[in-house]
Structures are given as structure tokens and as C-alpha cells.
């Protein structure tokens, strides 16, 4: 199994920053994507931001283009989620995923949640 901790949220005004963390742990895994999703009282869960863990390459949501970065440390197996010039429409809470193999399987695991208020 692996497990994910995000830490980072909070309460930021319009036009602030927040970055987010992921870590992720266990026994004998190898991790395929990590990525972020987020998501509001009574809507689906949205994708924001994924990166592909050999090679680095990312991909984004429209609505995050230009203001949000997300970048990894293979070491500690962390993702990271640099939010900027953060809108109110922004708000959610965010939840960190990764795709990983585990015995020659692949799951896909979730963390479970840190909230992000911005405020008008």
C-alpha cells in the first residue's frame, strides 16, 4: 500500500500564494504520476496538475495554466503544487493522487484533503 500526506493548505488572500505538499510512502512501490485534484462542495472532483515521475513531464487545467507549478523531489518522493496569484474560484480542497506499482500492479492511491480559502 501507499499512503499520501498533503500539508500546505490554508487561508490566503486574492493574488496570494500557497504551496502544497504530497509525500508519499510504503513499502516497495514505484510511482508512475503524481498529481493534484480538487474539488467543492456538491461538484465532481476536478484535475489540476499531474507529472509523470520519469521525465518530469506535467500537465494542466485551463483554469491553472500560467499560475500553478507542480514539480517533484524523487528523493523524498514528495509532489509539489506552487499556487499563485490564487483566485477565489480557487477555493476547494485539494487532494493529492499518485498511480503507483506495487508487486507488479498498478493502483491508484488519494490523500486525503487540505483545504484552500481564498479570500476576496
Known amino acids: 500500500q501507499v499512503q499520501l500526506v498533503e500539508s500546505g493548505g490554508g487561508l490566503v488572500q486574492a493574488g496570494g500564494s500557497l504551496r502544497l505538499s504530497c509525500a508519499a510512502s510504503?513499502?516497495?512501490?514505484?510511482?508512475?504520476?503524481m498529481g493534484w485534484f480538487r474539488q467543492v462542495p456538491g461538484k465532481e472532483r476536478d484535475f489540476v496538475a499531474r507529472?509523470?515521475?520519469?521525465?518530469?513531464?506535467?500537465d494542466y487545467a485551463d483554469s491553472v495554466k500560467g499560475r500553478f507549478t507542480i514539480s517533484r523531489d524523487n528523493a523524498k518522493k514528495t509532489v509539489y503544487l506552487q499556487m499563485n496569484s490564487l483566485k477565489p474560484e480557487d477555493t476547494a480542497v485539494y487532494y493529492c493522487?499518485?498511480?503507483?506499482?506495487?508487486?507488479?500492479?498498478?493502483?491508484?492511491?488519494w490523500g486525503q484533503g487540505t483545504q484552500v480559502t481564498v479570500s476576496s
Open positions: 510504503g513499502r516497495s512501490f514505484s510511482i508512475s504520476t
Open positions: 507529472i509523470v515521475w520519469s521525465g518530469g513531464s506535467t
Open positions: 493522487t499518485a498511480n503507483a506499482r506495487v508487486l507488479a500492479v498498478y493502483y491508484n492511491y
